[in-house]
């Protein structure tokens, strides 16, 4: 399961980040989490139990916000949001490997006390 290694990494850069805003505890962790990630957010929260232990988050809350696909189409110029995972364009039906959103896993709250 990468998740694991995932939020391993993203929980290291929260505590680093409460570190310094002198926190003594995680709250709430909020993720950004496209749908083209490749990241579960089952999986993530499974992984967020496993990594907090013994942290300063070990009490918080994990929140994910999850963000569509969006690609762009250069034979259109447009940008559309895949109807299937070919990632198909709607109006010439060519398939795009240009992906402008969906692919984020990022911190994007954190709330510290
Ligand atoms: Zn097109």
Do not use: W
Not at 26 to 32: A, C, G, S
């Amino acid at each position: 399961m990468h998740e694991v290694g995932m939020m391993q990494n993203l929980l290291n850069a929260a505590v680093e980040r409460a570190k310094q805003e002198g926190a003594e505890q995680i709250r709430v962790l909020q993720l950004r989490v496209g749908a083209s990630s490749g990241v579960a957010p089952e999986s993530l929260q499974l992984a967020f139990d496993v990594v907090k232990q013994g942290t300063m988050a070990e009490d918080a809350q994990l929140r994910i916000d999850r963000t569509p696909s969006v690609y762009y189409c250069d034979n259109c110029d447009r940008d559309f949001e895949p109807a299937d995972p070919l990632n198909e364009c709607p109006e010439c039906h060519r398939i795009s490997t240009n992906i402008r959103q969906g692919n984020e896993f990022t911190l994007e709250f954190l709330d510290v006390s």
